[in-house]
């Protein structure tokens, strides 16, 4: 047993036993019924038998999964920023982080069309409590983040979890997906957590900015046209309007992962930021606390997710019923508007002005962040 046993993907030579162990299970089975709507059971059973390797399975069924998925449950894909990678080089993708399994799914879909290094993808073990979503999740060669640890296991965890990102990375030469901050953002403001990145400078020995120059970090930002899972977040963030703790219901993980996957999405887009190499230098010349270090490249972070966040026409509909303005209208139709608010209506109580507010804050708040964004590179 090796000390990354408890949170990594299976291993090639174990893939096989692993998915002919759900291969009957009814999950799997209608997992499969949607990715190949038009064959028999067979089809795709068959098959699994001759699958040996995590490569074979994302290649001939998950990715035909997720392209169902965008086909199903959406106005299509698009990206930008991914032609100035190299196809040899495996990077850390740092990225907001929305959906608990598009994010991932959708970056490793498209890495896989342009034959660049595909990720293993961070997820926290709460998610996967049920043994056949374990086994799905280790499969698409996902790692474990144990949550809910004692303060002192949880440095322990956290420094052995730095040490494999290190090694896939390092060793492997296998690309990493990692989300700026533990959870996905419910409010629309995605902000980098320096706990994320001091998990990640466990494994340096050299200076924080130079270790943080071999990760090869991207910042990665993606944007849903509608959240599928918008109403589902709503209860979580009412309940931190009126400071309360706010206790999840035991299948709510499974029911938001079913929502975001099935779930209507209009479009989807992609941005893959530069690798950050040059930013460490300015930083190390002009700040030498490593907290404060740490503070500006999550700012860095931020920067370039903001920046290059898609908007959409509801994020511009959102800001202006919050506002109560038409300051941004060329940017939507009265159709698309008139869609959201329908959409809005089915969705909440809008007689309720704080849901109705948060709802909104939701959408307009990559707008707001945008515009904070561009107002501090003008000062």
């Not at 929305?98 to 342009?114: A, E, G, K, M, Q």
């Amino acid at each position: 047993m090796t000390k990354f046993d408890d949170i990594r993907p299976f291993y090639d030579h174990e893939v096989n036993d692993a998915l002919l162990s759900i291969a009957r299970h009814p999950m799997m089975k209608a997992l499969m019924s949607f990715t190949f709507p038009d064959n028999d059971e067979k089809f795709w059973f068959e098959p699994f038998k001759n699958i040996h390797s995590i490569s074979d399975f994302q290649h001939q069924y998950i990715s035909q999964t997720v392209r169902q998925i965008l086909k199903q449950s959406s106005e299509g894909l698009t990206t930008s920023g991914f032609d100035h990678l190299d196809k040899n080089v495996s990077y850390l993708f740092i990225s907001n982080h929305r959906d608990i399994v598009l994010d991932t799914c959708l970056l490793n879909l498209v890495l896989l069309d342009r034959g660049l290094i595909m990720t293993s993808s961070a997820i926290g073990d709460n998610l996967v409590q049920k043994t056949f979503l374990h086994v799905l999740a280790k499969l698409n060669r996902n790692f474990l983040v144990q949550r809910g640890l004692p303060l002192r296991e949880q440095l322990s965890s956290s420094k052995i979890m730095s040490e494999y990102i290190y090694d896939l990375l390092a060793k492997e030469n296998r690309s990493v997906w990692i989300a700026q901050r533990e959870g996905r953002t419910k409010d629309g403001n995605d902000a980098t957590q320096q706990g994320v990145l001091k998990m990640l400078a466990m494994a340096g020995s050299e200076s924080l900015t130079d270790f943080f120059k071999t990760l090869k970090i991207i910042p990665l930002s993606i944007s849903y046209e509608y959240d599928p899972t918008d109403v589902l977040k709503m209860p979580h963030l009412m309940a931190k309007s009126r400071n309360e703790e706010y206790i999840k219901n035991p299948d709510e993980d499974f029911k938001t992962m079913l929502s975001g996957v099935l779930g209507q999405k209009k479009r989807i887009h992609i941005h893959a930021g530069d690798v950050l190499e040059t930013e460490f230098d300015d930083i190390v010349s002009k700040i030498d606390n490593k907290n404060k270090q740490l503070q500006a490249i999550s700012q860095i972070i931020d920067d370039s997710i903001i920046q290059n966040y898609k908007l959409w026409p509801t994020n511009f509909i959102a800001y202006d019923l919050l506002h109560e303005t038409n300051q941004y209208s060329e940017n939507y139709s009265e159709n698309e508007k008139m869609l959201f608010e329908r959409r809005m209506e089915m969705r909440i109580d809008i007689s309720d002005a704080a849901m109705k507010k948060s709802f909104l804050a939701m959408y307009a708040n990559p707008v707001i962040n945008k515009i904070k964004h561009q107002k501090n590179l003008s000062m």
